[in-house]
Structures are given as C-alpha cells and as structure tokens.
C-alpha cells in the first residue's frame, strides 16, 4: 500500500508541476529568486527530486509503523473489548413485527 500511495503522490506531483507550469508560476517564481541575487532556478527534476525523497520518508514510516499499529489497536481491543456488530436476516419476521 505505501508504494501505492508513493506511486499516487509522485503523479500527483508531476500534474501539479506542470499546471503550475502552465499558468506561469515556476517563471514568477525563478525571477523572484534572480531578483534577490540567487543563482538556482526551480526546475521539475529538482521538485521532482525532493517530492519522491519525501515521497520514500513517509513510505518506509508507513510501512514501519503499520504492524506496530496493528499491534496496539490488537492489545487495546484484547484488554478493553471490541465492537459486536450483529445483522438480522431480513426475510424472517422480527419479533417486534409480529
């Protein structure tokens, strides 16, 4: 599931890159930063870059903290109790139709 989502996440990014692209802020942004005497510009690898590295942060944490998770939600409901959910069949009368 986190390679899923990792996979979901970088896609997202990519479109949102290019139609920020597309209305001009990459440009607006790279001209502030000449403009205050920088010599980087934002480019797509570099977001690009950043946004998977973050992407792999969170997927290994997911992947790490999920079993640990599991284990918690198990001893919690172990010691306290869950929640019993019951259906009734709908083809027989209930008792208070009768």
Do not use: H, R
């Not at 973050?54 to 997927?59: F, H, P, S």
């Amino acid at each position: 599931m986190s390679l899923v989502g990792l996979v979901a996440w970088l896609i997202a990014v990519a479109v949102l890159y290019f139609g920020m692209s597309q209305f001009g802020i990459w440009e607006s942004m790279n001209s502030l930063i000449f403009d205050v005497g920088g010599n980087q510009s934002i480019t797509f690898g570099m977001v690009f870059a950043v946004c998977a590295l973050i992407g792999v942060v969170v997927a290994i944490f997911n992947t790490i903290l999920a079993p640990l998770l599991a284990l918690i939600y198990n001893a919690v409901v172990d010691l306290f109790g869950g929640l019993d959910i019951g259906l009734q069949d709908s083809a027989k009368p209930s008792k208070a139709a009768k």
